[in-house]
């Protein structure tokens, strides 16, 4: 007889930020704890906050008891093997599109949860118990899968932090480390490792303090344009031994998170330099900074509103840039489609908690793979020490994966789970892949 979902629990815990998040526990028994952003999109699922005084209005309590009122009510006696009819059945009890009345923290949760105990039950690892939801197919042995098809993600590693993780300086985002030239997995790491630390070496030989931001990543004050991080990262990728470049050791990735410094009423961007800059001024500027410097991927180089400009930096790009929506795309299988068809992006963060569940961030992976889009599965800025995404990114077959930088307990557990994982199958570490010229679909 298939199992079925006995109780679920939740509880209010911390997260990395210090901030209130749900962690579900489906019985008996895996659990799961929800991310949060500090970048959001607008498009994103909704996430569920109290309100009133209790941590700034951050705390939630709701959305907690609605985990163990109404969900629970729905979902307990259900089969946990049947991801995508609870996933169905969650967003029918929600009954709204972004998930706001439930809460897609209280739904991702418990679709979490599920997930996670759906593979216990089974004794497969949770990234074969992926691989086989994500395939929807049947015939895949799962037992097999570390002689079959399944590769570990390419890190994109942050270095340097700004913009809303950093509390100010910068206004870009991250400025990121990709191993491209790295023979396995383990040696990307400690490629990226030997590139921090030389960033980190450079920051105090300038008179300054290596304190991390939100996500691990340096943040100094000698860094105040962002030719200034794109230095400080290329230096210290030469610093420290490596050829930097697509064709060399490391490459370098942006998030450019350009949606948290354009002002939609004026349609300007302002990256605090000089007069604010229309959407192609924008364009222009980003295109210089991946002809200047050795950059392969650019991430949210404009705003999530800004569609023909996305389209227009996609055409002058270079064919083999990777442009990675976020804040555009929201994990949204429709909003994929849209920029496909424009032309606006040829790779796709995910994150679940974008998405609201499980089968939808699944199904966004699928249908960038079909289309020959590249997926990059990604943390949030707000995480735990909960390593689901990484058995995602390895069954998914995404190829790339973003967690932040190798510091702060959060980030290396997804890593570390990896580095597992690594050593369990002998996976192959998936390869940098140009996605696809403009055009091309
Ligand atoms: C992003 C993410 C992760 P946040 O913009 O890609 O770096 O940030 O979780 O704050 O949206
Ligand atoms: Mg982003």
Known sequence: M????????????LDSRGDPTVRVTVESAGRFTVPAGASTGSHEASERRDGGDRYGGRGVREAVAAVEGEIAGAVVGRAVDDQAGLDAALRDLDGTDDLRRLGANAVLGVSGAALRTAARVAGRPLYAHVARLAG???????????????????????????????GGGVPIQDVLVVPVGAPDYPTALEWAWEVRRAVRERIVADGHRPLVADEGGFSPPSVERPADA?????????GAGFDPGAGGDLALAVDVAATHFHDPERGAYDLGDGDPLAPEAMVERALEWVERYPIVSVEDPLAESDWAAWARFRERAPDDLQVLGDDLLVTDPERLDRALDRGAANAVLVKPNQAGTVTRALAVCRRALAAGCNPVVSARSGETCDATIADLAVGTGAGQIKVGSLARSERLAKYNRLLAIDDATDAPLARFEAPPGPGSR
């Open 136 to 166: 929807d197919d049947e015939s895949v042995n799962v037992n097999d899968l570390a002689r079959t098809d399944i590769s570990v993600p390419m890190p994109m590693i942050n270095v340097v932090s700004g913009g809303l993780h950093a």
């Open 230 to 238: 794109f230095e400080l990262v290329r230096d210290g990728i030469a």
């Open 2 to 13: 298939t199992p079925e979902i006995d109780a679920v629990r939740a509880l209010e815990v």
